[in-house]
């Protein structure tokens, strides 16, 4: 049968609008939550924005067993690899700068040049650590003195599964200052987002799926702290805990992780502060050494 | 649906033909979906962890490979007896599975245990010798003191037809396995077809043996669930004809404590809560145990448990 032609004075249907469902970011993939559950998001000012996934202790487990597979060949990459692939991080979101703007702007309420200059400092936050990959090694490790015929060099490896409480109050640049020191240094990053403001997590989960970061490197999870965290805190299968966002619970989770001498890096000044918080373009090395554990070689001279 | 089990000569390979031929043909979606409704029930918290010992009491806990040193054997038997050594209300695991020359190393290393050990015999994996020298094989295993002899089935002859080929060969390799259990590996990821595992199986129940066992773990797929399925049909309906027991095995593929459990679901729902014992259900893997001690672990403590704190096997 022909095609039918639209003619002229027939009217076009107004078009279906195409709306995203923001779900977690597992293993590289986006799957929603194996509990179905989702909560609604909001603005600062109470709009309706969408409705975000509300991940479970089983995503969690999902989310750590992800990183736990991924972190054997993210830690075995060269420095120089890791560092290209943060860089290309930066370039994607670039490319997607006003998308991320335009978030803030709905999200948050900023101003539109408040919103990019939150915007520019995270692309810029990305660059800053794709430097660091390969020379961290040389700022925390050396050649060692030592009082007998032996070479001894100190090398930072990375510690493994780093669970990552986000900034509850900088849903995109506090995330970003939180997560790209973690795995530029080779460690495999579960992180739980803001609660409150999650879209611009899942969106930048867009941007580290579509910029070769390996599957499971990152793994993102949206919903609530007191529901997910403890069972974080007490895997003996993480390594290591940013308790940025991790607000009251924070020392909580902190006696739950001694059990399994878990890592932990305390909430710092700033980790109740918004996105300005963040702002401070040379955060220095201060996020990479808490999920660094150094390793010494000896070796004998003349052998 | 029923089985003819009229009794019958194998003398012939016409006479096994016409036996194996007449067996009802396996409905591959039906065998699927009953496997999938299976894997769908609810197992846990007490439940879960009865189910958990129970697993961890089937297991065959398996080396198979070229590089396994007698240490490596020792070390497998250490965890046997004791899988867990933080927790001592784990039960024994059902049996050692090695290679015929490491036989006398697993004997003598789980002595006291009472853990048998079970041996791959019959030109493993692939089962491409003469038959003397499957012979042979089976009776070294024996005389070392294995307690279970897994051979293999000549796929080759029983995908030519040559029924009668691979029947002696189980009568004879029984034979010579003396008071040892026999399991049949069936190797079902060479059989292609859902009809011709339920064919191999009741050759093998025929010829003898005293469990029937999916798989080497050397070709892939393994002990998929249709094909355990099917395996714990035949048993089902040579007991309903007969009156006698054989045990299924399962083998390869199976790492995790949710496949372990829908195993055993399919087993209690298929063949009856009577094959719920090691006597006559065995679990043939390697990496299965860890996440077993794992989820009971999660189970008492509450807290996830990491693969730093258990063996690398």
Known sequence: ?303 | MPVPHTAFEATTNRALRVFLHGLPGVDEVGARTRAQDLATRSIKTTAKREAIDMAIRMVDLTTLEGADTPGKVRALCAKAALPDPADRTVPKVGAVCVYPDRVATAVEALRGTGIGVASVATAFPSGRAPLEVKLADTRRAVADGASEIDMVIDRGAFLAGDYKKVYDEIVAVKEACGSAHLKVILETGELVTYDNVRRASHLAIHAGADFIKTSTGKVSPAATPPVVLVMLEAVRDHHAATGGRVGVKPAGGIRTSKDAIRQLVMVNEVAGPDWLTPDLFRIGASSLLNDLLMQRTRLSTGTYPGPDYYTLD
Request: hydrophobic letters at 40%; charged letters at 20%; a negative charge.
């Open chain 1, 1 to 303: 049968m022909a095609k039918q032609r639209r003619t002229a004075e027939a009217p076009r249907p107004p078009r279906l609008a195409v709306r995203k469902t923001y779900k977690l970011y597992l293993g590289g993939a986006f799957p929603r939550s194996e509990s179905g559950r989702c909560y609604p998001v909001t603005s600062t000012d109470g709009d309706h924005l969408a409705n975000a996934a509300l991940a479970s202790r089983k995503d969690a487990r999902d989310a750590v067993a992800a990183a736990r597979g991924a972190f054997g060949g993210w830690s075995s990459r060269t420095a120089y690899n890791r560092g290209q692939i943060l860089y290309r991080v930066a370039e994607v979101l670039e490319g997607r700068r006003d998308q991320f703007a335009a978030g803030a702007e709905r999200a948050q309420g900023l101003s539109r040049t408040a919103a990019d200059e939150i915007v520019s400092a995270a692309i810029d936050r990305w660059v800053y650590y794709a430097g660091w990959t390969d020379k961290v090694a040389q700022v925390l490790g050396g050649a060692n003195p030592v009082s007998g015929p032996y070479y001894n060099h100190s090398a930072p490896e990375p510690t493994g599964v780093v669970a990552v409480f986000a900034p509850q109050g900088a849903p995109l640049l506090g995330l970003t200052s939180v997560l790209a020191p973690v795995i530029a240094t080779g460690n495999t990053a579960v992180v739980v987002a803001s609660e409150s403001a999650p879209l611009a997590a899942i969106d930048l989960a867009e941007v580290l799926a579509t910029s070769d970061v390996p599957g499971g490197v990152v793994n993102l999870l949206t919903g609530r702290v007191p529901e997910i965290g403890p069972h974080l805190a007490s895997h003996a299968d993480v390594n290591a805990l940013d308790l940025t966002g991790a607000g009251d619970l924070a020392a909580e989770f902190e006696e739950a992780a001694a059990a399994t001498l878990t890592r932990v890096l305390r909430p710092g000044p700033g980790a109740d502060g918004g996105e300005d918080a963040w702002l401070d373009p040379d955060p220095g090395t201060a996020r990479m050494t808490p999920f660094l554990e150094t390793k010494t070689v000896w070796h004998p001279i003349g052998v």
